[in-house]
């Protein structure tokens, strides 16, 4: 279940977003500025719906901390206040937030808004997730990698080094990787692990991605690089109509 901070001092507006959101997500509601940066810094939030004016601050400088934060500028932030004029709309976008409601709101419409921001950010995070080269998919959630051929997806069955060398590999697509790179990428540096046995996992893993064996090649007296470049593309493209 998703969970969503309401950043709002007003019992009523508070009341009428519970009745809106509280069943369908977990809700946690914070009356101050320092209230709720207390509930940004001890748990995660999927989504922060922000008043402006609230009586230890504004939110406004709240939203601005948020998204100059690493642990928390990507949580989507929905402005909820009753400033409604330009200049003030301008100065929430500006400052990163992603929506701006204007209060009095439609339950119905608010809630329409959190469920298009939440599945924005899913969408933006699975993808983020799965790596595509040419004809090379690797789910990394998963620890899966699938050759796509004629419009089917095979389990490479890869092992977890195996798995560890092509993720590596199609995240520096078209890089001249040394052995000692993939050695310390893969194994790290406390295990010792010879030039021959990395060269025998990288023979092993081009055999996997027959017919796709060429994305691996050899750079003689250096290592290996990963390159899609002059190969044909073997999957179809489906169209995406807008």
């Not at 309401?6 to 977003?17: F, G, H, M, R, T």
């Not at 119905?108 to 998919?137: F, H, P, W, Y």
């Not at 993939?182 to 194994?187: E, G, M, P, S």
């Amino acid at each position: 279940m998703f969970r969503i901070l309401l950043i709002e001092d007003s019992p009523e507006a508070q009341k009428l977003v519970t009745s809106c959101l509280g069943q369908a997500y977990d809700l946690v509601t914070a009356s101050t500025c320092a209230e709720a940066t207390s509930l940004i810094r001890s748990g995660q939030y999927d989504l922060i719906l922000l008043d402006v004016m609230l009586p230890d601050g504004d939110g406004y400088q709240l939203c601005s901390l948020i998204q100059n934060n690493e642990s928390t500028r990507d949580i989507p932030i929905i402005f909820l206040t009753a400033k409604d004029s330009l200049p003030n709309k301008v100065m929430g976008f500006s400052l990163g937030a992603d929506d701006y409601v204007v209060k009095p709101f439609d339950p119905l419409e608010l809630r329409a808004r959190v469920e298009a921001k939440l599945r924005r950010m899913t969408r933006k995070k699975e993808a983020s997730e799965i790596v595509q080269k040419g004809d090379i998919q690797v789910n990394i959630p998963f620890q899966r990698a699938y050759l796509l051929q004629n419009g089917q997806k095979k389990d490479l069955g890869l092992t977890p080094i195996e798995f560890r060398l092509l993720l590596y590999f199609v995240q520096r697509l078209d890089q001249v990787l040394t052995r000692e790179q993939l050695l310390l990428a893969v194994w790290g540096d406390d295990i010792h692990v010879s030039d021959r046995s990395i060269d025998t996992h990288v023979s092993k893993l081009r055999k996997k991605l027959a017919p796709r064996s060429d994305y691996i090649q050899s750079i003689y007296g250096t290592g290996y690089v990963f390159s899609i470049a002059n190969q044909p593309v073997m999957h179809a493209e489906r169209a995406v109509s807008l």
